[in-house]
């Protein structure tokens, strides 16, 4: 697909787009809703600072609605703004969609969490008798990565049946023992698909359709994964190599995703399917309690069924976020105690949606962060210097350079004890563990869940 460049300005980055956060993390008094225009004024500032195209926010707490608006251009070349019932792909947050439609059928009674995934799709390999269901559902089953295979690649943009994209990976050894580890995969929702066509003998958008959109009546939400992406979506957007220019996102980068990425829905409705997945309108109390519940590792990685459970300054939610690199991001986050959820969907892929999120939470509640800045030697942060593998052919460098460590997307900020604040992404830990003054092992934490862990190489 041809690329059109949209906006030709120097690209400007943004270091703190919010109120930078530490460690200790207090409360200004009692939390208070914070007025529309001051959230407004939180967006409007986002927009103008990271070039997003367009969004749509959505803040509610309670029973009162905060901020639902539209902002920009859902396509710039057409000029069609965005509006509030605008599609936009919402990437990974389609995880928390078809987890909910494997509860769904398993409250139905057409399958269990609990069983072996070879109960209900016995022509794979002897895998399949040792991982779950709920494996799957969690990020445990120990299944490689599927981008990793040797012609993973040339599946993009393109539509294939579960069946053909698990041949990719069938005969690859396991990660890991499954329910032992968690490594973020593709490959896991890949077999989900197959098992809900399977079970439910119909295509898994119909599935989605059947057991999901049509129960909550979700008029600006549809499977789009496919080759006729609607016109009437959002058009996506990203930066071009050199930083320079914004130009359109490869829409075919929305093809294929399934599962695991397919989803194309409006703020609205992505708020209104979350408020009746956790009210246990959707999917039975029990089933919900199951979704929410993390496996037993050794680590704590706070992953449950297609959604993670996080913690901001004592304060617990539910979330998900989503990434394409067709040009969106999105961010859905639910603090249940609080009453409070907040909806992002962009058409900008580079765009911080995680910290427009936490600037409105830290409102809305009345929090106060900050972050440390501690003085560093130089050979103090040389102790942490080195790669991390993590999971298959991934890893993290950390550096010192200019007096500075850097790593996980930024300079370091150190908080004490070990532990580190990425610039911008106050929401980010990074904790080494240490032996004879020397990093040994590093493990990097995003809402006090654990996403990435590796011990240190010895040699580069």
């Known amino acids: 697909m041809d690329r059109t460049r949209i906006v030709a300005f120097r690209r400007t980055r943004v270091i703190l787009l919010c109120a930078t956060l530490t460690a200790s993390v207090s409360s200004v008094g009692q939390p208070q809703a914070s007025s529309p225009a001051a959230l407004d004024s939180i967006i409007q500032h986002a927009v103008a600072a990271q070039h997003i195209p367009g969004i749509v926010a959505y803040v509610s707490r309670a029973d009162r609605v905060l901020l639902s608006k539209a902002y920009g251009l859902a396509d710039v070349r057409r000029h069609q703004a965005t509006t509030l019932e605008t599609p936009f792909p919402i990437a990974s947050i389609s995880k928390t969609f078809t987890a909910s ?69 069938e005969s690859k050894p396991l990660w890991d023992r499954p329910g032992t580890h968690f490594r973020y995969s593709l490959s896991s929702w890949i077999v989900l698909g197959a098992l809900i066509e399977h079970v439910t003998q119909t295509p898994y958008a119909d599935a989605l359709q059947q057991y999901i959109i049509a129960p909550l009546k979700l008029t600006s939400t549809a499977y789009c994964g496919t080759t006729k992406y609607p016109a009437a ?49 959707l999917i039975e109390r029990a089933s919900l309690t199951n979704m929410l519940t993390p496996p037993a590792l050794t680590r704590k990685s706070g992953n449950g069924a297609g959604i993670f459970l996080g913690d901001y300054a004592g304060h617990a939610f ?50 106060a962060p900050k972050v440390l800045d501690l003085p560093l030697s130089k050979d103090s942060m040389n102790a942490y210097a080195g790669r991390y593998p993590t999971d298959g052919t991934n890893r993290l460098i950390f550096f010192e350079r200019e007096g500075r460590l850097h790593g996980a997307g930024g300079i370091l900020l150190y908080q004490g004890d070990h532990t580190f604040v990425p610039s911008g992404q106050p929401e980010t830990r990074v904790v080494f563990t240490m032996s004879n003054g020397k990093a040994i092992a590093m493990e990097l934490y995003r809402d006090g869940m654990l996403l990435l862990a590796g011990e240190r190489a010895l040699a580069p």
Not at 125 to 145: A, M, N, Y
Not at 240 to 249: H, M, P, V
């Open 101 to 169: 439609l494997v509860y769904a059928l398993a409250d139905r009674g057409r399958l269990s969490v609990d069983q072996p995934i070879g109960v209900y799709l016995n022509d794979l390999p002897p895998w399949k008798d040792s991982i779950t269901v709920k494996q799957l559902l969690t990020h445990t089953s120990g299944l490689p990565e599927f981008w990793d295979m040797p012609g993973a690649e040339e599946t993009r943009g393109t539509e294939r049946s579960a069946r053909d994209l698990i041949r990719l990976f």
């Open 233 to 281: 979506n959002a058009t996506g957007f990203r930066w071009d190599d050199r930083g320079d220019s914004l130009i359109t996102g490869d829409m075919r980068g929305v093809i294929g995703t399934y599962t695991a990425g397919g989803v194309c829905a409006s703020a609205i409705d992505v708020a209104h399917f979350a408020s009746a997945l956790l009210s246990g309108r």
């Open 318 to 367: 539910f979330s998900h976020s989503g990434s394409l690199k067709a040009g969106f991001q999105s961010e859905l986050a639910v603090f249940p105690a609080d009453s409070l959820t907040v909806v992002l969907v962009a058409n900008q892929y580079d765009a911080n949606l995680q910290a427009i999120r936490f600037e409105i939470v830290s409102a809305v509640l009345g929090l």
